[in-house]
């Protein structure tokens, strides 16, 4: 029998090559993971045995992902989306467990199964995939959008309702008395939590997270969060709740802090890393013959809940005031099963509610659910399309406000996206009296910033016939404010579509993407890295007495040369983790005794066939100081030279190996 250590090696192998296959074909890697686990799971292949304390690490991603959902619940963004979270989303949970129970007592004919058994079935069946749906909506940009929002303030609830279910279900196996008292003191214990949280535990956290912060150690503050996460947990494992329940208490006490962000993004490798760990375990579980021998019932167990949870959710949507095509959407992106179902599942079959062959072919099912549930998301705007007859007329609509709003302009701006930059740009442009139109994906915003008087619509910058309706025929140019490359990309192949040579600028965060853009059709890219960089020199050549005019020739030149002589950095240590998607380097190369290049002028090199630029060459003088020489085809390298190479990691080891 394997070792802890080799078993959890071979689980995250196992992890990494269904991530990449996954990957490769643009899906999920939650499903990566979860067709790992079934592989290699002991009733299919057989390479992996199951483990206790591999599944109580497991566990642990389960703590950390609960931990990140605690973090998102903070006082005012359930008070603002309070309608959603406390009215669709209780309503949805509620009714879906209201009409399992009934269901599952038909089921009881066949297989022994107890109203407590149908009430946690109906508890795991409510639950839908956190992980899948909210990458998806977010990869197409659509969390915004109005089902994006009923989707969100739906899981937000679901999260939050299943640790009320962790406790209520082992409480059911008790009968009478004994169960009133249980579920109260469970309401107790919950209630004097948030108390803790929301009266004491946030004075409590600012001030020991600030202490921490004050002594400038990424190491501490690291070491504290772990701590605090893991002592939650176990805390409240010790009096008898569940670990999951510790970890979202402790995620909502940090988010009322000033450190909320960074600790998000301090703990998201834990997380992604210890929860792929979970969900590899929850394939092991499927027994694959299960599927094969009850093929009937998985299939039954499969279609049903899917189309009985949409139904619950398309309705209730509707009754909440969406659009039949909104509610179609929204449906569709919930149907699935969801994490929160397996760690309910796994409950159950702890406390045998129920026959462990249907289990097993209810968990068969929850995992296809799962696996369908990107087709379904990736299809939903044609499925509402082709089932909600209004559809296409609220969307023509739509796009009539938006034509409504550019009919009049001419030699106007289209400016994509309205956050921060967008408005800046805005401000601008109404100051010069020049003609614009922005558009958005945020109701609330665009419903502000049109109150004060913005020309801002309600429109997807990635569709051709909002672009259109937007008037990028008569439009001068368009803008691209959001610093986002394959959404960009998207945009600017649409306009080289439908309007060749526009002037195109696009935002972005640095200049790893510089040249795709350019060569999608952008006609500048700004990133915003360099900018800065050049916003920074100016006003510290300026301190030091140089002139304005030379320091505006200086930008200039900077700019005119698409930023070449400020591209790239030399790395260090400390930057390999966050320059991991860089793909502009710099890197000196000295030429040393016997190499190659010595002798030849830089024309006979051909650097730039390497796809290189050459940013400097520095020569040792009399002095033993060295100096940099003006740059010329002619220029001879001598030993000693030291090139300085700007391009790609791939591009400057096969210079470097020309030059040596």
């Known amino acids: 029998m394997p070792s802890v250590l080799q078993l959890t090696l071979f689980l995250l192998a196992s992890g990494v090559a269904g991530v990449l296959i996954f990957r490769y074909f643009g899906l999920p890697p939650i499903l990566g993971y979860l067709a790992a686990g079934v592989l290699i799971e002991p009733h299919a292949l057989g390479l992996a045995s199951d483990s206790e304390a591999v599944k109580y690490l497991a566990e642990f991603g389960v703590v950390f992902l609960m931990f990140s959902i605690g973090l998102e619940f903070n006082i005012h963004k359930l008070r603002s989306m309070r309608k959603i979270v406390f009215g669709l989303g209780a309503s949805q949970v509620i009714l879906t467990i209201a009409l399992t129970i009934p269901i599952g007592l038909m089921i009881a004919w066949i297989y022994p199964m107890t109203w407590q058994a149908a009430f946690a079935l109906g508890g795991a069946l409510s639950m839908s995939s956190t992980a899948i749906v909210t990458k998806i909506l977010s990869d197409r940009m659509e969390l915004e959008t109005e089902q994006g929002r009923n989707v969100i303030g739906i899981l937000l609830f679901q999260d939050l309702a299943v640790i009320f279910l962790l406790i ?51 190491e501490l503050f690291m070491l504290n969060l ?14 008898g709740l569940s670990m999951a329940l510790g970890a979202f208490l402790a995620g909502m006490l940090i988010s009322e802090t000033p450190y909320r962000h960074e600790v ?66 929204t449906g569709l992106c919930l149907a699935q099963a969801g994490e929160f179902g ?84 805005a401000k601008m442009l109404d100051q010069e009296n020049i003609s614009y139109l922005a558009l958005d994906l945020d109701p609330d915003r665009i ?10 619509v309600y429109g997807d910058a990635t569709r051709e016939n909002v672009l259109v309706a937007a008037g990028l025929s008569r439009a001068k140019a368009l803008v691209i404010s959001f610093a986002d490359t394959p959404h960009s990309l998207k945009i600017l192949h649409l306009v080289e579509h439908l309007k060749p040579g526009m002037t195109v600028l696009v935002r972005t965060r640095d200049d790893a993407d510089l040249e795709k853009l350019q060569s999608a059709g952008a006609t500048e890219v700004i990133p915003e890295l360099i900018e ?37 950095y030399f790395r260090g240590a400390e930057d390999d983790e966050v320059s991991a998607n860089q793909s502009w380097h710099l890197h000196s190369i000295p030429v040393q ?5 010595i002798g030849m002028t830089l024309s006979e090199l051909a650097l730039e066939e390497d796809g290189v630029h050459i940013q400097a060459v520095r020569r040792k003088s009399t002095n033993a100081e060295y100096i940099k020489l003006e740059l010329d085809q002619n220029l001879v390298l001598q030993q000693g030279d030291i090139v300085v190479l700007s391009g790609s990691p791939e591009s400057i080891d096969l210079a470097e190996a020309r030059l040596l």
Request: glycine letters at 8%.
């Open 168 to 218: 209520l279900i082992p409480s059911l196996v008790q009968s009478g008395k004994d169960l009133v008292e249980d579920i109260a003191f469970a309401l107790v214990k919950i209630s004097l939590a948030l108390v803790l949280i929301f009266y004491i535990g946030q004075n409590i956290m600012s001030r020991w997270f600030k202490f921490v912060a004050g002594y400038r150690s990424q």
């Open 532 to 568: 800065g960089s050049l916003m920074l020199a100016s006003h510290v050549l300026l301190i030091m007495g140089v002139s304005m005019r030379k320091v505006v020739r200086r930008v200039t030149d900077a700019r005119e040369q698409r930023y070449g002589l400020l591209r790239g």
């Open 447 to 456: 419903a502000d910033a049109v109150a004060g008087g913005s020309y801002v």
């Open 226 to 239: 772990l701590l605090i996460v893991l002592g939650m947990s176990a805390l409240t494992e010790h009096f």
């Open 342 to 425: 397996f760690v309910l599942l796994a409950q159950i079959d702890g406390l045998h509610l129920i026959d462990p062959a249907f289990s097993q072919a209810v968990l068969a099912a929850m995992l296809l659910s799962m696996l369908v549930a990107p087709f379904l998301i990736q299809y939903s705007d044609q499925i509402a399309l082709r089932f909600a007859s209004n559809e296409w007329l609220l969307q023509s609509l739509a796009l009539t406000k938006v034509a409504t709003k550019s009919v009049r302009n001419k030699d106007h701006v289209i400016i994509c996206g309205f956050g921060r930059s967008g408005q800046a740009l």
């Open 593 to 597: 005794e016997g190499a190659k290049a």
């Open 264 to 329: 998000e993004d301090d703990i998201k490798p834990f997380r992604d890393v210890l929860l792929g760990l979970f969900f590899i375990t929850i394939g092991m579980l499927l027994d694959p013959l299960v599927i094969y021998e009850q093929w009937f019932l998985v299939l039954l167990l499969f279609i049903f809940p899917l189309v009985f949870k949409f139904g619950v959710i398309a309705v209730l949507t509707r009754g909440f005031g969406g659009s039949p095509g909104i509610s179609i959407r």
